[in-house]
């Protein structure tokens, strides 16, 4: 997919800048030809999508942030929706979290009544077993 040839000075210029990184450098990085990549910083050469791809991989910039410095009119609306998906995982995974502890306190409460059950039937076993015994003995 071809996006077009940047005019201003370009954004895969500023970033290799502030990574301070040669061309050689970056172009190794990107696994491209220097002359590649000075093509592309000078905006002789149309942006593609295996170019911005590599430019990803070699700065570990992601996709979307760059095609949001790159497009951001294009790009503005998918950050938006990306913020707003991200809200509502953690408002799920928070709600999720919160269920659990709530469930996992009310197996704590079901696990402590049946321990006390369990010692109320052993005293009453124990109990009848005494008066069973005391019934042996009187007859």
Do not use: W
């Amino acid at each position: 997919m071809v996006f077009g040839k940047m005019t201003e000075d370009s954004y895969f210029k500023t970033i290799r800048k502030q990574m301070r990184l040669s061309q050689v450098e970056m172009a190794d990085r990107m696994g491209v030809a220097r002359g590649t990549l000075v093509n592309l910083e000078d905006g002789k050469t149309e942006v593609v999508t295996a170019s911005v791809l590599k430019f990803c991989r070699a700065t570990g910039i992601s996709l979307l942030e760059v095609m949001e410095a790159l497009f951001p009119e294009f790009c503005g609306d998918l950050l938006k929706e990306e913020t707003q998906h991200k809200e509502i995982l953690r408002q799920t995974v928070d709600e999720y979290e919160a269920r659990l502890s709530e469930k996992n306190q009310e197996i704590e409460r079901q696990k402590e009544l049946n321990k006390a059950l369990q010692q109320a039937f052993d005293v009453q076993k124990q109990m009848l077993g005494m008066y069973e015994r005391q019934s042996a003995k009187n007859d």
